[in-house]
C-alpha cells in the first residue's frame, strides 16, 4: 500500500433525519443550502425543504459547496451502552445516501487520516500527552486496515456474524466486528467512536495523526487487529477468551503495572482477592483531575472504571434476566462463575433459578444479560444478600474494569503517557512482539 485509503463510516440509518449545509452533486445538477428532511421513500431517498422536493431511486453522492462541514441532527450515541445519547454531528469530506430497508443510511466518505483525528479526539480526552494519542493513533490505523483487508484484498469476508454454541443447559455466543455490507465501519464504539468535526480536533491530535501517518502495527508480517478497552482493571484479557477459540500472540495477558505483577487471577480464589482489592496498575487512578483531563466529556458519568459495585434486589435481576435472556428461570438462587480468564473476566456463567439452571457465555453475552445496556465488564464477584429459604433478596456484583479488556488498556496507557512513556514503549507493553511499520 503506497497511498492512504478512502473510507466510508456510517454514521445513521433511520426513517427520517435532518440535514443541514450547504451540499452539492454536480452530476444531477442539484444544490442544498440549508435544512432539509431526508427521508426513505418507495424505492428511493427524498430531500424536502420548505420549498421543494427531490426524490433518487439509487441514492446520491453530496459534497460541500464551499468547503464547510455539514451537520447531520439526531446522531445517536453510545448504542445500547449506558451512556446512550443523540447529538447534532459536524462532518468535512463527501456523504452518501442510499436506501436500506425502510431506513436511509448516511455515510460518510473520508479519507483515512482525517478520519482517524477525530476518532482519536472522540475515544479519549484531546488533553492527553503527544505520546499516547500517537500510540492511540497507531492503534486505530491498524485495526482499521486489519478490519478492511480482507474485502479489499479481494478475500471473501466471512459470512457468520454472530458465533454461537448451544445446547439444551448452555449457550456460548461471541460478537466480533461485523463485517458491514454498505460502508467499512460504523460510527460509534460497535467499531470506533467518530464523531466527524463536531468537536474540532486539536493542535495536538492533528499532530499525533501527522507524525504516525501510514504507521502501523505488524506481527509476523501481517498488520496487527489491534483491539483496545476503556480499562482492563489491571490485567489484560487474552483475545480467545472473549471472541474466537484461536491464541493471537500479541493479543496475550499483560499485566497494567510497571512492576512484574500478577496475568492470571482465573483461579476463583486469586480471582476474589484480586477483584476485591485495589491492586497498582496504570489503569487505577481515583484522582478527578487527571481522570477528567484523559476521558472526553461523555464518559465523565462514568468515575469508578476501575472498581465497581452494584445491587440488584431479587425481583429486578430475575425479570431483568428473563427479559434479556429470553429464559423464564424464574426467582433466581445463584450466579456461579464456571470459567474465568486470566483478567478475572468470566467467560461461562452459570444462572441457577427456581426453574431451570443454564450456563451463559462469552463475557459479552453475560454482560448483556446482566444489564438493561451493557455491565461495566464481566470481571465481577457475586454476594447473595439477605438469603432466606435459599433464596437471596438482593444480589450484590463487586467488579473491575469497563470492557472487554483485550489489547490496549486506554485509560492505562494514558496514564503510562502522562508519566512520561513514549509512544512506542506504550504500543509495546500491550501489544506483545509487535513491532512499528510504515504502509504508506
Known sequence: MEVEPQISVGILSAGSFTLDGRLACKERSFALSGKANVSACADCVAIETDSARWEFPSGIILISADGTPFVIRGVPVGKDFHWRHNEDQRFNGALRLERSGADVLAINLIGLEEYLASVISSEMSPRCSLHFLKAHAIASRSWLLAQLAPGRAGKKKPEQKIHAISGPDRLIRWYDREEHALFDVCADDHCQRYRGVTEEPTLVVRRAVEETRGRVLRYAGEVCDARFSKSCGGITEPFDRVWQNTRIDYLSSVADSAHEGETDVS??????????????????????????????????????????????????????????????????????????????????????????????????????????????????????????????????????????????????????????????????????????????
Do not use: N
Open 267 to 440: 483461579a476463583e480464589d486469586a480471582a476474589r482477592r484480586w477483584i476485591g482489592s485495589r491492586p497498582e496498575a496504570y489503569c487505577s487512578t481515583s484522582d478527578p483531575t487527571l481522570i477528567s483531563q484523559l476521558l472526553p466529556e461523555q464518559d465523565h458519568r462514568t468515575s469508578d472504571f476501575y472498581r465497581w459495585q452494584l445491587e440488584y434486589p431479587q425481583e429486578e435481576i430475575s425479570a431483568l434476566i428473563a427479559r434479556r435472556s429470553g429464559i423464564d428461570f424464574g426467582a433466581i438462587r445463584s450466579l456461579r462463575a464456571l470459567e474465568r480468564g486470566p483478567s478475572g473476566r468470566i467467560s461461562l456463567l452459570e444462572i441457577e433459578g427456581e426453574k431451570r439452571t443454564f450456563a451463559l457465555g462469552k463475557e459479552l453475552e453475560i454482560r448483556r444479560v446482566l444489564s438493561p445496556t451493557h455491565l461495566y465488564s464481566s470481571a465481577f464477584l457475586v454476594e447473595p444478600i439477605d438469603v432466606r429459604s435459599g433464596l437471596p433478596r438482593r444480589f450484590r456484583l463487586r467488579g473491575a474494569g469497563w470492557g472487554h479488556g483485550v489489547g490496549m488498556c486506554q485509560i492505562g496507557a494514558a496514564v503510562m503517557g502522562e508519566r512520561g512513556f513514549e509512544c512506542d514503549a506504550i504500543l509495546k507493553h500491550y501489544f506483545t512482539g509487535a513491532e512499528v511499520a510504515s504502509l504508506y
